[in-house]
């Protein structure tokens, strides 16, 4: 079997960071550099800029979130980040299927486009983040990524809804 494109520029899978006990589990894109070389989700700029975020909402995010991506391997070209592509996706939805049956969390922030999508939410994100969306009794909450450059008041009051709906 050929192996995925992703594959190749792996040092490290990227699993997960956070309490896997945690009733709120956010679903990011993929790994970065960072993440490539430690494991960890959410270690770079992008996740700097979430656990700010997060901590000013009051959330203490090692113990209140399960942090984890839709992909598992950073996507490279050129030795930058790039978007996952499609067969990457696929090739990694058995493992957040498989995290989703383990941590049950109650809520799920869908951080960005690609996880929004993979819940087949169609609609644009500026009609439907900070939202609530039942999904089998679990709460989906879509939000912008960190990297989209909007303002810090819209992210700051999407995870504030989130913490209105009870996660801790
Ligand atoms: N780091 C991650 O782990 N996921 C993202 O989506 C962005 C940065």
Not at 46 to 64: A, H, I, Y
Not at 92 to 103: D, G, M, T, W
Not at 146 to 161: A, C, G, H, Q, Y
Request: proline share 5%.
């Amino acid at each position: 079997m050929q192996s995925l494109c992703f594959m190749k520029n792996r040092i490290k899978s990227v699993i997960s960071r956070g309490n896997e006990n945690a009733k709120i589990m956010l679903i990011g894109e993929a790994p970065g550099k960072l993440e490539n070389e430690t494991g960890k989700p959410f270690v770079g700029k992008s996740g700097q800029q979430l656990n700010d975020l997060l901590s000013k909402v009051g959330f203490n995010p090692e113990q209140d979130i399960y942090f984890c991506n839709v992909v598992k391997c950073r996507p490279v070209k050129n030795n930058k980040d790039r978007k996952p592509q499609k067969q990457e996706i696929e090739s990694c939805v058995k493992y957040l299927n498989a995290q989703i049956e383990v941590v049950k969390p109650e809520i799920i922030i869908l951080c960005g486009n690609t996880a929004k999508r993979l819940f087949k939410i169609n609609e644009p994100m500026k009609t439907v983040h900070g939202s609530c969306i039942d999904y089998n009794k679990i709460k989906l909450v879509p939000v912008y990524h960190p990297r989209v450059s909007i303002t810090d008041e819209v992210k700051f009051n999407d995870l504030k809804k989130v913490k209105k709906l009870g996660g801790n």
